[in-house]
């Protein structure tokens, strides 16, 4: 079969090369017949369709999401500093009831901690550090301050950190070690300076309490001691040698410190005064002997077990995300790629040669193989590089935990070993008191005798000494608790700073380049979807109920294209056109085919004067005719000029003869004329009915490109005096909606026959 001649002014006809190139194959469908793609898939077709604009602005789009992510989730400077706090205060003092101390723990672990981000705290730091970038920058640094600021601490442990995260590493620092030195200064020294000037009141209450019991006694009594004839050893007259009170103590320095002498008369004076002082303490000291090892077997079992961890981290096999990531590295995407091509290479050879001992193939079988112990050794030493880091990050903890917990044993060994030594000496001078049988056991003794008759000022005398008794008591009980390590001690100030979270930042990072490919494809897809344009056979066939009776593959625009394959693909469519409509329709009597389109530029003007080339050249006596008057287009197809035509005949300026023009492959051409305002009006009624009359009279077939069915009155009235009526859709030019309402005012004129003709299709569509 001969296809549709584009002929030139030439004599001869033009060549197949030259001919009409239409879109893609297209084959006849059924009417109704749903889409080969399902919906769930047209996205993918979108995709397909616009990818090269998706990548380029996509590119454009994530690498500036990407640069904005990396910028906002940058990662940290974290610098952290470490307070411990004893679980039982490292004092003499208050024993009356220990395990209350051990009770209260978790109660002053958070006290302490919610006082480190307390306002006077915060304020205190701020003083030091106001100078300070990233304080500077702040608007309220307190509340910036209490809303970065981190302070946790474990169950069970002693340790508190204090963490604080900045973009700037010396900042991190700085912050944190002035929040530490604030807390120490404003907390733990505050409580200090408050027990030194209890101190200070407790001694001021003895003077006064000495001074009164020396103006209430007949005489004063020198206190039996080790230098009975120091001055300061006095006591109150009158009263016997075992119940002279304490001596006085020296006064505290004027700085207010008090040091730490030892006084081991006034002690043992205290103890014999009240020996439950001496018991309370072996008491306590007893409980700590027996609470101190149970609690170093606990960090002992502790530290095998974390020392367990250590050895299964350095002896755990790579992990299946070490090994994923290793897949996903571009060293090993390169290897791989280059081993596969490689490996084809052989294969190609090996099979072309068949015989695999020829020293070429040998030598390509020696390649692929080191490029497979390569691809191997790069993978392992990606491996070991990506485990590593991962190892030395859990190493890192338990080592860190192992750490606090070796400090704890040491220091609860250390406890351990002076409460011995304590309990040792406070059980020595316990067994060396006076029982209350004994020859001079003083307060003892005395209470055992019988009761003495009362005298007012005797009592008087006994109760001012109690209270002196108590003071000295008091006094001595509190300079211990000074001397006495705080309950909070610094044990690490701020560390060196280190960024950590990166893996935060680059997964935003990457998240934000591919949501610019995201957004494109997105914006894509909800275009095509509401722009609704002909993407394929199946959009036609689903648009309308009309049957599909062209498919042609390629579009008119690339008519021009020196592809002779091409060509020839788009003939033999038209020609498959031309058998449908000369057996369906031609057979059964119809004369008249109109062709037209939704819109204009949807390729009629190709399909009609195709069709009509197709038929003339088959044997039939066809005419075409150009009823696009206002945008006509078939004298360019012909290669003729657009001269006297259908505007003419239509106002009476000539007749039919003298418009005709004839082609060398026998198709006789009747162009559109000059439009004018009195050829429209003429387009419809007893003009355009007598027309159309006298064009059917001599010819066989007569083809008419009319107007856009949609955009022209005139293409309604040419239509309905027609038999057969040709929509054309043409792919990614056509919209279904606009397809379905011109099928639908087709179907209103009841016209006896119609159909689709898709142009565009692809290769396989056309086979249909």
């Known amino acids: 079969m001969h296809g549709p001649s584009f002929a030139t002014p030439a004599v001869t006809p033009a060549p197949a090369h030259q001919r009409p190139l239409p879109p893609r194959p297209g084959g006849v469908g059924k009417p109704g017949a749903k889409s080969d793609e399902g919906n769930g898939l047209r996205f993918l077709t979108y995709l397909r369709l616009h990818w090269l604009m998706i990548l380029f ?49 978790v109660t002053y672990l958070k006290t302490t901690s919610a006082l480190i981000k307390s306002e006077f705290v915060l304020n205190a730091a701020l003083r030091d550090i106001k100078d300070v970038p990233t304080i500077k920058a702040q608007k ?45 200064s404003e907390v733990v020294m505050k409580d200090v300076k408050e027990k030194q000037q209890f101190l200070k009141t407790v001694e001021d209450s003895q003077l006064e309490m000495r001074k009164i019991l020396l103006l209430k006694s007949e005489k004063p009594l020198i ?118 091509q490689a490996k084809r290479d052989y294969d190609f050879r090996a099979r072309a040669s068949g015989n695999p001992n020829v020293p070429a193939i040998v030598d390509l079988k020696l390649a692929v193989d080191a490029h497979d112990v390569k691809l191997n050794k790069l993978r392992k030493e990606k491996a070991e590089i990506i485990e590593s880091g991962r190892r030395i990050g859990e190493a890192q903890k338990i080592a860190n935990e192992m750490e606090d917990l070796i400090r704890s044993l040491q220091r609860y060994q250390e406890q351990l070993e002076t409460s011995k030594v304590l309990l040792a000496k406070s059980e020595k001078q316990l067994t060396e008191l006076p029982l209350p049988t004994e020859k001079g056991s003083g307060l003892l003794q005395a209470s055992a005798k019988e009761p003495a008759p009362y005298r007012p000022e005797e009592s008087d005398l006994d109760s001012t000494d109690g209270i002196y008794r108590r003071l000295v008591q008091q006094y001595y009980l509190t300079q211990m608790e000074l001397n006495s390590p705080t309950r909070v001690r610094v044990l690490q100030t701020a560390s060196a700073p280190t960024q950590k979270d990166k893996k935060k930042q680059v997964i935003g990072t990457v998240f934000a380049a591919l949501m610019g490919f995201a957004v494109m494809a997105l914006g894509v897809i909800g275009f095509e979807t509401a722009s609704k344009r002909v993407s394929g056979l199946g959009d036609v066939k689903t648009a309308t109920p009309m049957p599909v009776v062209g498919v042609i593959p390629c579009q008119p625009l690339v008519l021009n294209a020196k592809d002779p394959t091409k060509y020839a693909s788009a003939n033999e469519a038209i020609d498959k056109l031309r058998t449908y409509v000369a057996q369906s329709w031609l057979a059964r009597g119809a004369s008249t085919i109109a062709v037209t389109s939704p819109l204009s530029e949807e390729g009629k003007a190709f399909t009609a004067f195709g069709l009509a080339s197709s038929l003339a050249q088959s044997g039939y006596k066809t005419l075409v005719v150009d009823f696009d008057l206002r945008d006509p287009q078939l004298h360019d197809l012909a290669g003729l000029p657009n001269q006297a035509g259908v505007c003419e ?120």
């Not at 109150?236 to 304490?246: E, L, R, S, T, W």
Request: hydrophobic letters at 40%; proline letters at 7%; a neutral charge.
């Open 649 to 768: 005949l239509l106002r009476g300026e000539t007749d039919l003869r003298s418009t005709l023009q004839y082609l060398p492959s026998g198709l006789h051409l009747l162009p559109a004329g000059k439009w004018s305002d009195e050829a429209r009006k003429a387009a419809t009624g007893e003009r355009l009915e007598s027309l159309m009359q006298k064009l059917k009279g001599p010819y066989d077939c007569v083809v008419l490109h009319g107007h856009a069915l949609l955009t022209a009155a005139e293409a309604v009235e040419v239509a309905r005096r027609c038999e057969v009526v040709l929509v054309c859709a043409c792919y990614r030019e056509t919209t279904t909606p606009l397809l379905k309402r011109a099928a639908e005012r087709v179907a209103t004129m009841e016209i006896p026959h119609s159909g689709i003709v898709y142009i565009g299709a692809t290769e396989r569509e056309a086979l249909c």
């Open 223 to 340: 206190a039996k001691g080790p230098n009975p004839g120091d001055p300061k050893m006095v006591t109150a007259g009158g009263i016997p040698d075992a119940m002279a009170p304490n001596p006085l103590p020296p006064l505290a320095p004027a700085g207010g410190a008090v040091p730490a002498v030892a006084l081991p008369g006034a002690l043992d004076l205290v103890h014999r005064i009240d020996p439950r002082i001496l018991v309370n303490k072996v008491a306590t000291l007893q409980s700590e002997v027996e609470r101190l090892p149970v609690t170093i077997n606990d960090g002992k079992r502790r530290l095998a077990l974390l020392q367990q961890k250590m050895d299964a981290v350095k002896t755990a096999p790579i992990s299946q995300g070490t090994l994923d990531a290793v897949e996903k590295d571009q060293d090993i995407i390169v290897q791989i790629l280059t081993y596969k």
């Open 140 to 184: 309220d640094p307190i509340k910036y301050l209490d809303e970065e600021l981190v302070v946790i601490w474990q169950d069970g442990s002693e340790v508190i950190r204090i963490t604080f995260k900045s973009h700037e590493p010396a900042d991190a620092k700085q912050i944190v070690d002035a929040v530490q030195k604030a807390f120490m």
């Open 57 to 105: 602005c996509g590119t454009l789009i994530g690498a500036a999401g990407a640069y904005v992510a990396w910028l906002l989730l940058a990662s940290k400077f974290e610098s952290y500093a470490l307070l411990q706090v004893s679980s039982v205060p490292a004092t003499v003092a208050n024993q009356n009831n220990p395990n209350q101390v051990r009770t209260d723990f």
